[in-house]
């Protein structure tokens, strides 16, 4: 408790005290509760209507399949364009989805079809949403030195409404079904729009326009993947895509058959991941600087593994719901160190397109991850597959560790250049080592 009263909390906040991003923390924590409300409707509605293992399968193959497809072109538009006008536009298209998929379940007109094509809708809108929201975090923070805090705190916003949305989803659906999850959703955009709307962001050089699309797309590929740090957080990433994150449309199997529970077991198993990934966020809000992330992240994928294989495994629901927080703290770990340590790496003028291969290496893989996982668990069981995806997350966590000395080798100069790092090099040495790294 002394801790909390002396400096360590105000450390985990200091980001808030820039006040864009202040605004921005504020309307995205309401609108995100909603948001995850809809994520555990949706599913729970194609479940109850088709019953199909499958077609929850289909389901997370088509809200995210935009994002693999469009995403990195769409990083091109947000190294081009306003990001904060861009980000109000994807808000308000996303609330008037949100609203029209409220109608139809409320009149009681709702087809299968429908829940695809609206979740299609919405994944394209993500692919500009996403890299647009990465690429603007640092425009709202005038030092720095403070970004790391951000992502922290961003991640912590983002798994404190994965705590509190599903919960009240799993209530509200008992009480008076998915209709009103939806229309909580499209009333939640209100408040990010509200926030965006107050915000005022300096504005930054942005890409020339003069190149083709493809010419920037190009280049981007190249940044990324032609330096081996940035390279390795990608394919590690795409890794948990495509094995770890398709226990989300495979969640209602285990909540129904395996734990013979309802829409709250459901719920209870969100809100418990939700749990663990706030938790892990607050751990990283704590910390002061980006070194020893790259550590962490072997460690993170592979507590996230050894918790998909548990619960795999178990049949009570208590031990599922522990193993759900261990699966969270792993899960946020993983996914913000990496997201600080290529906001930390990546070019000024290679934002947008780094973030957008960021976010197509996780969400985009996760695409054909549930698609492919739908398909398993038909075959073999939602149980196995979840075991066997733990499985190749800790080979993948396995592989990266053994490649991590040479990899901290090649981002001590770009850490020493950023006066991250201390060293004897000075900042000209420090800028020819890291054109002799890229190179």
Same mark, same amino acid.
């Given at each position: 408790?002394n801790?909390?009263?002396g400096?360590?909390?105000?450390a985990?906040?200091?980001?808030l005290?820039?006040?864009?991003?202040?605004?921005f923390?504020?309307?995205?924590?309401?609108?995100?509760?909603?948001?995850?409300m809809?994520?555990?409707?949706a599913?729970?509605?194609?479940?109850?209507?088709t019953?199909s293992?499958?077609?929850?399968?289909?389901l997370?193959f088509?809200?995210?399949v935009p994002?693999?497809?469009f995403?990195?072109?769409?990083?091109v538009?947000?190294?081009?364009? =306003?990001?904060h006008?861009?980000?109000?536009?994807?808000?308000i298209?996303a609330?008037l989805?949100?609203?029209?998929l409220a109608a139809?379940?409320l009149?009681?007109s709702?087809?299968v079809?429908e829940?695809?094509a609206l979740?299609?809708l919405l994944?394209?809108? =993500?692919?500009f949403d996403?890299p647009v929201?990465?690429?603007l975090?640092?425009d709202?923070?005038e030092d720095?030195?403070?970004?790391? =805090?951000?992502?922290?705190l961003?991640?912590?916003?983002? =798994?404190g409404?994965?705590?509190?949305?599903?919960?009240?989803?799993?209530?509200?659906?008992a009480?008076?079904?998915?209709?009103?999850?939806f229309?909580a959703?499209g009333?939640?955009?209100?408040?990010?729009?509200a926030?965006?709307?107050?915000?005022r962001?300096?504005?930054?050089p942005r890409?020339?326009?003069?190149?083709?699309?493809?010419?920037?797309l190009?280049?981007?590929?190249?940044h990324?993947?032609?330096f081996?740090?940035?390279?390795?957080?990608?394919l590690l990433?795409a890794?948990?895509?495509?094995?770890?994150?398709?226990?989300?449309v495979?969640?209602p199997?285990?909540?129904?058959?395996?734990l013979?529970?309802?829409a709250?077991?459901?719920?209870?198993l969100?809100?418990a991941m939700?749990a663990g990934?706030?938790?892990?966020a607050?751990?990283?809000a704590s910390?002061?600087?980006?070194?020893?992330?790259?550590?962490?992240?072997?460690?993170?994928?592979?507590?996230?593994?050894?918790?998909?294989?548990?619960?795999?495994?178990?049949?009570?629901l208590?031990?599922?719901?522990?193993l759900?927080v261990?699966?969270g703290?792993g899960?946020?770990?993983?996914l913000?160190?990496?997201?600080?340590?290529?906001?930390?790496?990546?070019?000024?003028e290679?934002?947008g397109?780094?973030?957008?291969l960021y976010l197509t290496?996780?969400?985009?893989m996760?695409t054909?991850?549930?698609?492919?996982a739908g398909a398993?668990?038909g075959?073999?069981?939602?149980?196995?597959t979840?075991m066997?995806?733990?499985?190749?997350?800790?080979c993948?966590?396995?592989?990266?560790?053994y490649?991590l000395?040479?990899?901290r080798?090649?981002?001590?100069?770009?850490?020493?250049?950023?006066g991250?790092?201390?060293g004897?090099?000075t900042?000209?040495?420090?800028t020819?080592?890291?054109e002799e790294v890229?190179?």
């Open positions: 408790m801790i909390l009263r400096r360590a909390l105000p985990m906040l200091r980001a005290r820039h006040r864009n991003y202040r605004l923390f504020i309307g995205q924590s309401i609108s995100l509760v909603g948001t995850w809809t994520r555990l409707a599913t729970w509605l194609l479940w109850r209507l019953n293992v499958e077609m929850l399968g289909l997370g088509a809200g995210q994002t693999f497809l995403a990195p072109v769409a990083g538009w947000v190294d081009r364009l =306003n990001r006008r861009l980000l109000v536009a994807t808000q298209l609330m989805q949100a609203f029209t139809l379940v009149s009681g709702i087809t079809w829940i695809f979740q299609l994944g394209v809108i =993500n692919a996403m929201r990465q690429s975090l640092i709202l923070i720095r030195d403070d970004l790391s =805090n951000a992502v922290a961003n991640s912590s916003m983002v =798994n409404a994965r705590l509190i949305g599903p919960s009240i989803a799993g209530l509200l659906i009480w008076v079904g998915e209709g009103w999850c229309f959703d009333v939640s955009y209100l408040a990010v729009i926030s965006l709307l107050a915000i962001v300096a504005l930054h890409a020339a326009k003069g190149k083709r699309v493809l010419h920037d190009r280049d981007g590929l190249r990324a993947f032609g081996a740090p940035i390279r390795a957080i990608l990433l890794l948990l895509g495509l094995a770890g994150m398709p226990y989300r495979l969640m199997v285990i909540a129904s058959q395996t013979h529970g309802g709250h077991t459901l719920g209870f969100m809100a939700g990934a706030l938790i892990g607050l751990y990283l910390r002061s600087t980006v070194l020893g992330l790259g550590r962490l992240i072997p460690f993170a994928v592979a507590v996230f593994g050894i918790s998909l294989v548990g619960v795999g495994l178990s049949r009570w208590p031990l599922s719901l522990l759900m261990t699966m703290i899960f946020m770990v993983h913000a160190a990496s997201n600080t340590l290529i906001q930390t790496l990546v070019r000024e290679m934002r397109r780094v973030m957008a290496a996780f969400m985009g996760a054909f991850g549930s698609l492919l398993v668990a075959m073999v069981g939602a149980p196995l979840l066997g995806g733990g499985l190749i997350c800790i993948g966590a396995s592989v990266f560790r490649k000395p040479g990899l080798e090649q981002v001590r100069p770009i850490y020493i250049e950023k991250i790092l201390p004897v090099a900042l000209r040495d420090a020819v080592l890291r890229e190179r």
